[in-house]
């Protein structure tokens, strides 16, 4: 039994009524077979009815490509009926990927010629909608002759075509330039808005308009000023707010006209000002003008006092109760917080109670606002607040909240002592969220600050004492520990609350954390370094101390193994020596020249004597077990016999052959200040693999965040990222970032590097995609 065809109507109720996807299924495919069959019969009465039925299958996800060519049939029609299906069907059907859509060609620009303004609507809007840029080439002439058409309904749909076309084709722009100045003078709302935003379009996209334009400046002001005055008309007002499509499209086109352009800056300062004060912001619409006439006066030359307007306004947006106006008014504060930083301090105490938000977005965008706003005269009631909402936020929130603690510190800190307290909270709140380099900062920091050296290690003594979780606090006062457990044991402390401490509860402190679950294997090592230097440092007998160290020879971890098999050879063999070699750890300049280690071997060789002392050699020897030398191997040089010329010859390594050339550091990317260098080693043992050192260094004023290098390379090759020291650049110059690329390149082929970089920089996201190709010949061959 063969089922007839459906009505549109009734396809549309049997495919609702289909209580199974299969069902559906199955009622679609016999009907695209019934459609099929009436395209195939050529029916001409009937093709309008089976295309409509077969765009409601397409919108439904189906496919339906072979119904574009009877869209075109129905084009050409002379039938109204056809050709308002047919170029539906195009609209939907057909676009640039499908060389079908040149054949409407033809079609579109007669009926753009034939005079009736529902055919010519349509074939607008269809160019609008699926135009490829020859097909506007083609068809721009027949559209600007019906920008000047009497009809309005036939301008507005000709100037949204023409904005479609400077889109796809900016070098069209002097077609509609001469006719733009004429419709400006147009008092329909749809013709004016869309002459508004092509004017915005042609601006934006070629320099001689922009400069043209210019000149209607005044005009445009006193269309504006009429509009917020007397009206447009009252049907396109909303909430009391005259026409605010149109205001906002108008101030978009004087941003841009404005634009570091003194006159025109100037000519349009009154009118701004006058929105500014005059616009009611208790509708969503009043708040939109104004923030488009904040912006405008940010963006062109204005005012000192009305860019205080401004910025005044956006702080008055922080205390509505409409969370999306919160949100757009931080984020245009972290834009201005640069350019006016004194203007947007005052609202410093509201930006703060933002942070206390339960919206996450907005808590996020108060606290890059918030960081923004330290400086030296707030620093320490800015972090303080900053350190309260560290205790309470949400955890997606910590480590940007804890990395951006640590920066501000760093870099507006009045005291040293006052720097050490913040990062010791800062660890202590949220340690397992800092950055990587956070432990070798605050080491460094506590070694340059001699006469903090007590002060401390008893703060970080008391700290370690009541929570050992926090991995990045364990190894600092671990650290801090070994360095100076001297000063923990000699008595009170003028700056501290007294503490007195025992040895053994030093020792039974750094045991806990080496036998807690929770500690890090280089955790272990820090406590297992500490308890060794405390062997010189500690007045008792070291007999725990070498017990700890024999016990963990047998680790399992092999980095601990090796430092437990070395410490225990010194006590056993070099005890006279141990003393001169755990001394306290000399302080490294940051930015400072380091002197390479094979330099200052050689140096050492010239100066020290020529010895053979068999305990010197043996103790080189056990250094070198891990470096795979052999008995027979070469012997080293002799070493001084003194302890203080064992010390120096400690780190020599058995003779190797000459290091080759240095290969040119690579400046691959640059952009608002932030730089990304590469370097290249290639170990001598390995001439296969190529280490490259990605460093990116920040000398803009805003920091770099969410940073994130990903790299690829032809398969040829063997790529591995190791992970990078932060994900945070900090401004002005700070510390850098550096990511490590080990690639493995067995066949010496020409390599070639493509990375792509992710961050976010005054606020706005950047992804920036490039293919490095002048690499140094020495990196491959």
């Not at 700890?548 to 063999?573: H, M, P, W």
Request: glycine content about 6%; some cysteine; proline content about 5%.
């Amino acid at each position: 039994m063969v089922v007839p065809s459906l009505k549109l109507q009734d396809l549309i109720e049997e495919i609702r009524g289909a209580k199974t996807q299969a069902q559906e299924r199955e009622v679609i495919q016999r009907e695209c077979a019934h459609i099929r069959a009436s395209f195939r019969d050529g029916d001409p009465l009937q093709r309008h009815r089976q295309l409509a039925k077969l765009l409601y299958v397409h919108m439904l996800g189906y496919p339906a490509h072979f119904g574009q060519m009877e869209c075109l049939k129905l084009i050409a029609s002379p039938r109204f009926i056809d050709k308002r299906v047919g170029y539906l069907g195009a609209m939907l059907l057909l676009d640039e990927r499908q060389d079908a859509h040149l054949l409407i060609t033809n079609s579109i620009k007669n009926d753009l010629s034939q005079g009736v303004q529902a055919v010519q609507g349509l074939a607008l809007c269809t160019l609008s909608t699926m135009g490829s840029a020859e097909m506007c080439r083609d068809l721009a002439t027949e559209v600007e002759k019906l920008l000047l058409e009497p009809s309005p309904y036939v301008r507005k749909k000709a100037v949204l075509t023409a904005v479609h076309m400077i889109r796809k084709v900016p070098e069209l722009s002097d077609i509609f330039l001469p006719v733009c100045a004429k419709l400006l003078h147009e008092r329909h709302h749809g013709v004016l808005l869309g002459t508004i935003t092509l004017i915005t379009e042609l601006c934006e996209r070629s320099p001689a308009a922009l400069k043209h334009f210019r000149k209607v400046v005044p005009q445009l002001v006193r269309i504006f000023r009429t509009l917020v005055t007397t009206g447009h008309t009252t049907e396109h007002s909303v909430s009391g707010v005259s026409d605010p499509f149109l205001q906002v499209q108008i101030l978009r086109l004087l941003r841009i006209l404005g634009r570091n352009h003194e006159e025109s800056s100037e000519s349009m300062n009154d009118l701004l000002a006058q929105v500014a004060t005059n616009t009611d912001t208790s509708r969503n619409s009043g708040s939109a003008v104004l923030f488009e006439t904040v912006l405008t006066i940010m963006d062109i030359r204005s005012a000192a006092g009305l860019r205080v307007l401004a910025v005044n306004i956006l702080g008055r947006f922080l205390l509505n109760s409409d969370k999306n106006i919160r949100y757009v008014a931080l984020t245009s504060l972290l834009r201005l917080v640069q350019s006016d930083h004194s203007a947007v301090q005052r609202h410093r105490p509201t930006v703060v109670e933002c942070l206390r938000e339960p919206d996450a977005s907005l808590s996020r965008r108060a606290l890059e606002l918030s960081l923004a706003l330290v400086n030296s005269s707030n620093v320490r009631a800015m972090i303080q607040e900053l350190q309260g909402f560290l205790e309470s936020c949400p955890l997606d929130l910590r480590a940007d909240c804890a990395s951006g603690i640590l920066l501000a510190a760093e870099r507006f800190a009045p005291t040293k002592r006052w720097h050490i307290d913040t990062i010791l909270r800062v660890l202590t709140t949220a340690g397992a969220h800092v950055r990587d380099d956070a432990v070798a900062n605050l080491t460094q920091l506590i070694g340059g600050a001699q006469e903090l050296h007590a002060y401390s290690v008893r703060r970080l003594y008391r700290a370690l004492a009541q929570d050992i979780s926090q991995q990045p606090l364990v190894q600092v006062a671990a650290w801090c520990i070994g360095e100076y457990g001297d000063l923990l044991l000699e008595g009170s402390c003028e700056e501290t609350e007294p503490l007195q401490v025992e040895e053994e509860e030093v020792l039974a402190l750094l045991e806990g954390v080496l036998q807690s679950h929770m500690s890090l294997p280089a955790t272990r090592g820090y406590a297992l370094t500490a308890l060794m230097k405390l062997s010189t440092r500690l007045r008792g007998d070291n007999n725990r101390i070498r017990q700890v160290v024999s016990i963990y020879g047998s680790c399992l971890d092999v980095e601990l193994q090796q430092r437990a098999v070395e410490y225990n050879t010194l006590f056993q063999k070099y005890d006279h020596m141990r003393a001169a070699i755990l001394e306290k750890m000399p302080l490294v300049e940051r930015g400072g020249h380091h002197v390479d280690v094979e330099e200052e071997a050689k140096e050492s060789k010239e100066a020290a004597p020529v010895s053979t002392d068999p305990q010197a050699s043996k103790l080189l020897d056990l250094l070198d077990l891990l470096d795979g030398t052999s008995g027979d191997a070469q012997q080293p040089p002799a070493l001084d016999p003194s302890p203080e010329g064992t010390l120096i010859h400690l780190l020599d390594l058995p003779c190797a052959p000459p290091a080759p050339a240095p290969i040119p550091n690579l400046r691959v990317f640059e952009r608002e200040g932030l730089q990304l260098n590469l370097s290249f080693v290639r170990p001598p043992g390995t001439p296969a693999l190529l280490l490259i050192t990605v460093t990116a260094t920040n000398a803009s004023e805003g920091d770099v965040t969410h940073f994130v290098c990903q790299a690829a390379v032809p398969k040829s090759f063997q790529l591995q990222l190791q992970a990078p020291s932060g994900d945070t650049v900090p401004a002005q110059g700070g510390l850098p970032m550096t990511q490590l690329l080990r690639i493995l390149n067995p066949n010496k082929a020409p390599l070639r590097l493509k990375l792509r970089l992710t961050y976010n920089h005054f606020g706005q996201s950047v992804q920036e995609v490039f293919e490095v190709n002048n690499l140094p010949v020495e990196t491959w061959q």
